[in-house]
């Protein structure tokens, strides 16, 4: 009889997840660092409103373009090597990023970051298979790196204002560089190698196809977040669609390759199996939900609350506390229930979340709203864990770096959706609530830029003089709406997910087919 202790991890592989958690930390530090540090960075550097974004969201279109195809690459050429060398980038070109002195160059180091980026997700979590092959660990091992991501993007901005005060915004990108090298150093010493042993040639075309597919989606995506948020910069809407729908044949173009190729560069029979292609469905949707309902639950605390930028990102931490808390207690649940209950309990807890949370925006109370908020983290962090682990163990042993691919392109695709469905929800219900009548003396003209953007709105509103505290509630009240509608979308959203997660879940295993 075999004993099960061997399936047990070593020391060693506890070591290698402690490793593990700096670039974790770094990927996610990285960018809300930078949000903190925009303000000095774009003065100092005489940078455009275009070049501003061009900064920001470099990063994240070339992690999302290059995720399916460093996947794959880790598959072939080992998730650990693939993890060093683009470790030992990353930090070189941090440094490049710091000593930046023109819009362009930093422009370009960011794109470059945000490519040796893309390789270090999927290698990390195909490692995790190797290294934890119990099921109750690995999925703590998932926890910790979901929490470790997540604590990254809380203390991203508490670190860029500690650094911006006593240094120069070049040293939010040189704090990137010592857990890198760390990791370089003692890697290959801690860290195992997974070989896929019959590795060959990976075809260009798909990977032109798949990264400028993804690059076009979420430029386009991105856009017409701009544009709903006003920002002046932002592409027309019709020329963003148009760039979705380009991205979207490319990525046609790309899936119908894939199924003519012997070895393709993404293997679409995973989804073949009906839990994965659900679990990956799932945290999709999850995603544009959440972030979006998060999106414009930072935004109201704001211009609605009255709270300070620094306010608040406090007022957000108890989310972000909770959204851990439900990462790390969901290994502990799916021990004694089956993992799929802990995820449809935890999604139905993010649903009733959303719901609280409209209910928390037509009540006005900021602490009600706090609370409501944070109960969505709970169901967050929950389901997102125990989803990701769905999505890596389902996968064959060869085709783990593709799998931790997809699930990265379903979470940062989420991601971008989310944002943009939030911020055409939020703006265009906004408009909507401003059509009814204003306090008499308002001009028309003042009415209709009012509806342009939701800054516009809070600036003519705050600049009038008669019945001016009138027109501020007014205003208020028609981004409170933007909110409270997205909150119910929210909710139907991931409640309908957590239906069909349950339902599929619920059957049982393939025992007398082949596929799921």
């Known amino acids: 009889m075999t004993s099960p202790s061997p399936q047990k991890a070593s020391t060693r592989a506890w070591s290698g997840l402690a490793l593990l958690v700096a670039p974790m930390l770094t990927l996610s530090t990285d960018l809300t660092a930078l949000f903190f540090a925009m303000p000095t960075l774009v003065a100092d550097l005489d940078a455009s409103a275009t070049e501003s974004l061009w900064i920001v969201h470099a990063y994240g279109f070339l992690i999302v373009g290059l995720l399916i195809t460093m996947g794959r690459v880790s598959d072939r050429v080992g998730a650990r090597r693939l993890l060093l060398c683009g470790a030992s980038v990353f930090a070189v070109l941090s440094v490049v990023a710091a000593f930046a002195d023109t819009p362009g160059a930093l422009i370009a180091a960011r794109a470059l970051l945000g490519a040796a980026g893309a390789t270090l997700m999927p290698s990390l979590y195909s490692l995790l298979r190797v290294m934890f092959r119990n099921e109750g660990q690995r999925r703590l091992a998932i926890a910790i790196m979901f929490s470790a991501f997540t604590i990254g993007g809380a203390i991203g901005p508490l670190l860029g204002g500690v650094l911006l005060d006593a240094f120069w915004w070049g040293t939010i990108f040189l704090v990137n560089v010592p857990p890198m090298l760390v990791l370089v150093a003692l890697g290959r010493f801690v860290l195992p190698e997974r070989h896929e042993p019959t590795a060959s040639r990976i075809d260009v075309a798909s990977v032109g196809l798949s990264i400028v597919g993804m690059l076009v989606l979420v430029y386009g995506l991105q856009e017409i977040a701009a544009g709903s948020g006003g920002e002046a910069e932002a592409l027309p809407p019709w020329v963003a669609v148009a760039l979705i729908a380009a991205g979207l044949g490319l990525l046609a173009a790309f899936v119908r390759r894939q199924r003519r190729l012997a070895d393709p560069l993404f293997d679409f029979a995973l989804l073949r199996n009906r839990r994965f292609a659900v679990s990956l469905l799932t945290l999709l949707v999850t995603g544009v939900g959440t972030v979006g309902l998060f999106f414009l639950f930072t935004q109201h605390l704001q211009w609605v609350g009255g709270c300070t930028p620094v306010v608040a990102g406090l007022l957000t931490l108890p989310y972000i506390a909770m959204d851990i808390l439900g990462a790390l207690v969901a290994p502990a649940m799916a021990r004694r229930w089956p993992s799929s209950r802990v995820v449809t309990c935890g999604l139905g807890t993010l649903t009733l979340g959303a719901g609280l949370t409209a209910l928390a925006v037509a009540d006005g109370t900021v602490v009600f709203l706090v609370v409501a908020v944070s109960v969505m983290g709970v169901g967050h ?25 997809a699930q990265e392109v379903g979470g940062e695709l989420g991601t971008a959706l989310g944002v943009a469905a939030g911020g055409t929800v939020g703006i265009a219900v906004f408009r909507r609530s401003l059509e009814r009548p204003s306090p008499g003396g308002t001009p028309a003209e003042a009415v209709e830029a009012m509806r342009s953007s939701i800054h516009e709105g809070f600036t ?8 001016s505290a009138t027109l501020v509630e007014i205003v208020r009240d028609a981004m409170s709406s933007g909110l409270l509608v997205y909150a119910l979308v929210a909710a139907a959203l991931v409640g309908s997910a957590a239906c069909v997660f349950a339902v599929v879940h619920a059957e049982r295993p393939p025992s007398r087919r082949t596929t799921g």
Do not use: F
Not at 382 to 405: N, Y
């Open 381 to 405: 962090g929950a389901a997102l864990v125990l989803i990701s682990d769905a999505l890596i163990s389902i996968a064959p042993e060869e085709r783990v770096g593709s799998a931790a691919a």
């Open 460 to 467: 003519i509103a705050h600049s009038r003089t008669d019945g």
